[in-house]
């Protein structure tokens, strides 16, 4: 079994149950306790559980959002695919707006328009916006490090200055899927 298989369902039973014994996880993905201790170390890292004695827990408090190279890795294959179908919804003169995820990180590699203005709040965006030639925009405000998304009152400011003609937004943080909004005249 893949290492990201065993993630998704160690996540899965975690949100089931809410305390998860390494024996079980053992037991239920068919692997070495040591395999199942490195999981749970790399899933602590990365804030999708707490290791507690024996097992794991979900983190307390507000649910803490992974970082953007923690997000960059996952889900690749899917991210691309989705990202190549969005690209070709682009057309010659959209303006459009790619929010800070990986998921819409990756349309940028499939968009094949000359005449395009790409508006973003990705920091990580701007830079592969600019190395493939397309006319870009990056919001202003605070940047949310985490993310790496300019973010606050001044980037909805920024955004006033714009009329997108289609915009991508990522979600779900396990789950790669974009939303993809047209403009109506």
Not at 1 to 10: A, F, G, P, S, Y
Not at 119 to 140: D, F, K, P, Q, S
């Amino acid at each position: 079994m893949l290492t990201e298989q065993r993630h998704k369902i160690i996540l899965e039973k975690l949100k089931q149950k809410e305390i998860v014994k390494v024996n079980d996880l053992v037991n239920l993905l068919n692997t070495s306790e040591s395999t199942i201790r490195r999981d749970l170390t790399y899933l602590e890292n990365i804030n999708a559980l707490k290791r507690i004695h024996g097992g794991a827990t979900m983190p307390k408090g507000r649910l803490i959002e992974p970082t953007y190279n923690e997000k960059q890795i996952q889900n690749v294959e899917q991210k691309r695919k989705i990202a190549k179908f969005a690209a070709s919804c682009i057309e010659e003169g959209d303006c459009i707006y790619l929010d800070a995820g990986t998921s819409t990180f990756e349309i940028i590699q499939y968009i094949n328009k000359k005449s395009l203005i790409v508006v973003t709040n990705g920091l990580n965006h701007i830079n592969a916006i600019i190395e493939n030639n397309i006319n870009g925009y990056i919001l202003g405000g605070k940047v949310k490090n985490s993310t790496k998304a300019v973010i606050g009152c001044d980037a909805l400011k920024s955004l006033e200055k714009f009329r997108f003609d289609k915009c991508f937004f990522g979600y779900k943080w396990h789950s790669p899927k974009i939303r993809i909004y047209y403009s109506r005249l």
